[in-house]
């Protein structure tokens, strides 16, 4: 799979991508990661790319030319395959739903919004969708496109070392939408804070119900919207 990400900062990228399971995927050719500077696509002297907002206001907006002028052409032409997604504060919300569609593409070309947002025409008429990362405020795009890139990266074959996508689904992928359960290791008491004793006791049937009990328990505590429609 591919990733573009178009971005004024793209130094910012040499950081993230560097280690881990992302940066053994690339060198693996299981995935490319090409950083685009939107600066490419500006012609005047100073390579502008950020205007005032009509009406007035606060702020900068990034101005569309540069932006379009940047996906056209990194994708000239779009296949079903291949989506453009522009990363913003207003956008809908980011989930591993939406990683998992992603993870069936060919090619994932990422827009970072920076200054005080975007031309709207970028949402309307360039991009595929507009998605946010979470409910509080970034300075730019490009924190959230790593995101998205590392969250979509995990989920392709031959990143993790499961093969089969399938494993991703049953093996260590959260029990239908809880959080996971407690987890402890040596030593079974630390500071007089003792490990449960069922999960030292051996017995397989008695730790799962406990994991299970324990997962619906914390998600229950922290994430009650998680659990909104259950019991
Ligand atoms: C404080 C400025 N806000 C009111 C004028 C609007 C605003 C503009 C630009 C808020 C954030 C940003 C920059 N953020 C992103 O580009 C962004 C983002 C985010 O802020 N939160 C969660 N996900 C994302 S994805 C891109």
């Not at 980011?94 to 990683?99: D, E, H, I, L, P």
Request: aromatic share 8%.
């Amino acid at each position: 799979m591919r990733f573009h990400v178009v971005t004024i900062f793209p130094e910012f990228f040499s950081g993230p991508f560097a280690h881990g399971v992302v940066a053994r995927a690339q060198a693996n050719g299981v995935l490319d990661i090409r950083i685009h500077d939107l600066r490419n696509w500006t012609y005047d002297r100073h390579r502008t790319v950020d205007d005032r907002p009509f009406g007035g206001g606060e702020g900068m907006l990034l101005k569309p030319e540069p932006l379009f002028e940047a996906v056209e052409a990194v994708l000239p032409v779009r296949s079903e395959a291949q989506k453009v997604v522009l990363l913003s504060a207003q956008g809908e919300p980011f989930s591993q739903t939406v990683a998992r569609e992603f993870s069936a593409l060919e090619d994932l070309l990422l827009i970072c919004g920076r200054y005080e947002g975007v031309d709207e025409r970028v949402a309307e008429h360039l991009a595929d969708r507009e998605l946010s990362i979470g409910d509080f405020v970034l300075s730019g795009g490009e924190l959230a496109a790593a995101v998205v890139i590392d969250a979509v990266a995990r989920l392709l074959p031959g990143v993790l070392g499961n093969e089969d996508s399938a494993r991703n689904e049953s093996f260590g992928e959260s029990y239908d939408g809880l959080l996971d359960c407690p987890q402890y290791t040596r030593p079974a008491e630390f500071r007089g804070w003792k490990v449960p004793d069922v999960l030292l006791g051996g017995h397989h049937e008695e730790i799962k119900r406990w994991r299970r009990a324990a997962s619906r328990e914390k998600t229950k505590r922290v994430r009650p919207d998680l659990t909104a429609d259950r019991t």
